[in-house]
């Protein structure tokens, strides 16, 4: 077992009362949990593409050691290379997107099938650890499934550590999820408590809904085949910003791809209708969308609006042709 000693303090800089070592980025509201009598040493790792991480930071305890890793790069390397030559850390917080079996950690995607081949720096890791130290995973659905339990034991096993990891959404009880990390594993119980960030209006799942198909029928509802990642709907309506009446629909779309026949989600007239996309809450980046003019209609103009809770935040008009029988 690793002996706890002194921790050799890196060289850091202030920002707002946060201790925060080079390239590292604020991040979000985390009102990590008071330390016992004892002065419990913990450190943040959080996604830099994690939704409003800026807005996170501001919420978490003076003096508590948060790194924001560059999401570009190889997360568990940045880690390793921060906690080096470090000693007695007896929490680390990770806080990535995740889903069944898998955590995300910048450019790296761990899997309980290449968790050995990091090996050597989840090692390095560990001796930067206390010997009773925990590793607390906030990524959703990592423990979901046999994959991510397997992932979480080997992840003890290679750093020491005690770990603990979400089964199901990890985020804001608005999108029905919750901040408890529900599989548990290691030689001794997990003591840190989890953080609970209630401000947080977003979720930690890394999922994406691939309309593959230009071909559509019937659709008026488009849900990820994993029941967290929640409902995006696409309609084609009369007003903007609006979630009324379809004029045309989409349906079938449990196994997030789309097929079937184009017959249904195409308008006729001159003046147009409004194609709308919207989610139950849950943040999304809507990536593509492809238009076209079927028929003898000539259209010059597209316009995309963008809304949240019901407010314009901006909007980009497109000024082309779209002649017969192109896209």
Request: glycine share 10%; proline share 2%.
């Amino acid at each position: 077992m690793r002996e706890k000693n002194t921790a050799r303090q890196a060289e850091r800089k202030s920002v707002d009362n946060i201790d925060v070592i080079p390239y590292d980025v604020a991040f979000a509201s985390l009102p990590l949990v008071q330390a016992d009598a004892l002065t419990v040493k913990e450190i943040v790792f959080i996604e830099s593409n994690v939704v409003d991480y800026q807005g996170l930071i501001d919420g978490i305890k003076p003096g508590v050691e948060v790194h924001v890793l560059d999401a570009s790069g190889d997360g568990l390397a940045q880690i390793a290379e921060i906690l080096a030559g470090r000693s007695g850390i007896d929490a680390v917080h990770i806080l990535s997107h995740g889903s069944e079996g898998a955590v995300q950690l910048g450019a790296l995607t761990l899997t309980a099938h290449n968790i050995e081949t990091r090996s050597g720096e989840l090692a390095e890791i560990g001796q930067a650890l206390s010997a009773d130290a925990d590793i607390l995973l906030y990524g959703c659905d990592v423990a979901a499934d046999a994959d991510g339990k397997a992932l979480v034991d080997r992840l003890a096993v290679l750093t020491g550590a005690d770990v603990a990891a979400s089964d199901d959404l990890t985020g804001s009880a608005y999108l029905k999820a919750d901040w408890d990390l529900e599989f548990l594993t290691g030689e001794q119980n997990v003591e840190a408590k989890p953080l609970v960030l209630t401000p947080y209006g977003s979720t930690l799942v890394n999922n994406t809904l691939d309309f593959s198909s230009d071909i559509v029928s019937n659709f008026v509802t488009a849900t990820h085949p994993t029941a967290n990642f929640g409902t995006i709907n696409l309609k084609i309506v009369d007003n903007a910003n609006s979630t009324g009446t379809a004029r045309a629909s989409l349906t079938d779309a449990t196994t997030g791809q789309v097929n079937g026949s184009f017959s249904d989600f195409y308008y006729s007239g001159s003046t147009g209708k409004y194609l709308v996309v919207y989610s139950d809450g849950r943040e999304f980046s809507f990536q593509s969308v492809k238009f076209g003019s079927y028929g003898s209609t000539v259209y010059s103009s597209l316009t995309a609006y963008a809304y949240r809770d019901g407010i314009l935040l901006g909007s980009q008009t497109i000024s082309t042709t779209f002649p017969s029988g192109t896209s």
